[in-house]
């Protein structure tokens, strides 16, 4: 056995067979000689059988010669091991019956090691470079002492040359069909290999565990693009992964929001598609889930309602005439408090449309008329609730004359729908108070 000893005593203990002449550290490596290992024979009987019994050859039996062996510790590998030939400058490899030269010495310099024998001659041993060790590994499939090779070698960490050594063990783990092996090396190399070779080979059905463990590691390391995401969903809701996939919309891993979207809709998973909404502010991908997914009408009146106004007019008119036909009083009320401001053409924000900065200077009223229709009742209620709101004393500012023809055209519309076929007296006599209203008359278009 050998025993590290450090500041805090012992450390680690090794075992290491034989008797052993010289111990020395270099580099990394801890640098052994020893005598040759006691071996044995059967013993042979007068005729030349074997006799069934053993004899063994002790060190005291044999030339008195020396093996030296270099222990990579860390890596638990063997480096080196040899005796130096009696015949002939040749390192020879170790024979069990066979003895090389006595070591009388083993120094370091200039970066090499030196091998003295008792025959006075000194041997250089070279270490390979790390491209020529990493190919003899490769050629007999030891990838990870190749990996573990490469990530204690003195930095920087050649991190492409780490790349290639996972994806040689990863097609080397492929073709032996262990999947899960060949998965969890494929994630090791995002840097340097491009997804398609990957997603190629785990398209079949069932591999489709180990696809998805791919992708989550795609988007987890940002390299993920907008089929990647499509991919991973899919995946989830094939295999029935509900709780991964709820996992995955509420994490903070980048991905593309309007394909995740898309996907869920896609698969009818509306809630998790309507929560990617809510939290990226996605107002008109909520809005459509709520009316087209959903049919949740009142859901989307209350979205809307908790909108800033500039945003709320905005989304508002895409999908007011849906709205307006299911909940006609409460998107009447609405609209009301987004056209019943002339306050709003200072307060309201400004929002972004497609790359258009928009600035609302108080929403005209006849903007969402159309929205009523075959329903001229609530147009009129809309109109007269706006007007009683945001002109009971006509119009402040006789200058601003923006606000003055938003104003006419407003009564003008009132007024038709007052005069129109078979709208009852109660209209008329309405038709008559606003001819009447000092802050109106003077501001109606009559065409005949």
Known sequence: AIYYYGIDGRGPCFIIEGEKTHLSLFRNYLVVVSKHPISKKKKLNEDGYESGEEEFYGFEHRPNGSVLTLYDLKNKYIAFTGSFSLFGDQISSIAPDTAGIPIKSVFACSGDLFVLTTDSRIYRLEEK???????????????????????????????????????????????????????????????????????????????????????????????????????????YTKLKATSQLAEFVRSSTPFDVETAIRVLRQATYFDHAQYLAARFELHSWHLKIQLDDLKHY???????????????????????????????????????????????????????????VESLDGVDPLRFVHCFVDLAGWCAVFLERVVAKRWANGVRDREDREEEIMFRGVCNTLLELYLAEGAGEKREEKALALLKNPNVSCLLIFEF
């Not at 988007?219 to 990647?228: L, M, P, V």
Request: proline share 5%.
């Open 129 to 235: 470079d790390l491209s020529t060790k990493l190919e003899q590994l490769f050629q007999k499939n030891m990838y990870p002492l190749a990996l573990n090779i490469v990530t204690s070698s003195p930095p920087p960490l050649d991190t492409a040359t780490l790349s290639e050594i996972h994806k040689r063990y990863a097609d080397f783990a492929y073709t032996r069909g262990d999947f899960d092996l060949a998965i969890s090396q494929y994630q090791q190399t995002l840097e340097h290999l491009e997804p398609s070779y990957v997603i190629r080979k785990f398209l079949d059905a069932n591999r489709i565990h180990n696809l998805t463990a791919y992708l989550q590691t795609l988007h987890t390391a940002g390299k993920a693009k907008t089929d990647h995401t499509t991919l991973l969903l899919n995946c």
């Open 298 to 356: 009142d859901g989307a009146v209350e979205y809307l309602a908790a909108l800033p106004p500039a945003l709320a007019v905005r989304e508002v008119e895409k999908y007011a005439a849906v709205l307006v036909r299911q909940k006609p009083e409460e998107m009447t009320a609405l609209l009301v408090r987004l056209c019943g401001e002339v306050e709003s053409r200072i307060a309201l924000a400004s929002f972004v449309d497609g790359g258009r």
